[in-house]
Nanobody, 124 residues
Framework: QVQLVESGGGLVQAGDSLRLSCAAS????????MGWFRQAPGKEREFVAA??????????GDSVKGRFTISRENAKNTVSSILQMNSLKPEDTAVYYC???????????????WGQGTQVTVSS
């Protein structure tokens, strides 16, 4: 059974940091790109970050570049994707989704597997 499970969301103040985790299992996710997207109420789902299967290549959305860092750990049966979020702003408030794609990508339709999402709320 394929599972992508996010954790680490919560309520923080502007300027704070938060660390999101995603545990992916049920497929050989070590060969997949892992990505993060977010969706705020009334807005389209937005690309946040992605990391290649070997962890060498990373890509970030313009709104988070320099503040967020994506990383991953490839274990035998589970892949973990981490999104370290620093200098958080109220506009970062959204539901954050973990996803997996067969190649490095920015478009949500290129991602095959998705988690259920975790809420991040940043107060001013």
């Amino acid at each position: 059974q394929v599972q992508l499970v996010e954790s680490g969301g919560g309520l923080v103040q502007a300027g704070d940091s938060l660390r999101l985790s995603c545990a992916a299992s049920g497929r050989t996710f070590s060969i997949y790109t892992m990505g993060w997207f977010r969706q705020a109420p009334g807005k389209e789902r937005e690309f946040v970050a992605a990391i290649s299967s070997n962890g060498v290549i990373t890509d970030y959305g313009d709104s988070v570049k320099g503040r967020f860092t994506i990383s991953r750990e490839n274990a035998k049966n589970t892949v973990s994707s981490i999104l370290q979020m620093n200098s958080l702003k109220p506009e970062d408030t959204a539901v954050y989704y973990c996803a997996a794609a067969p190649r490095l990508a920015r478009m949500n339709y290129e991602y095959t597997y998705w988690g259920q999402g975790t809420q991040v709320t940043v107060s001013s």
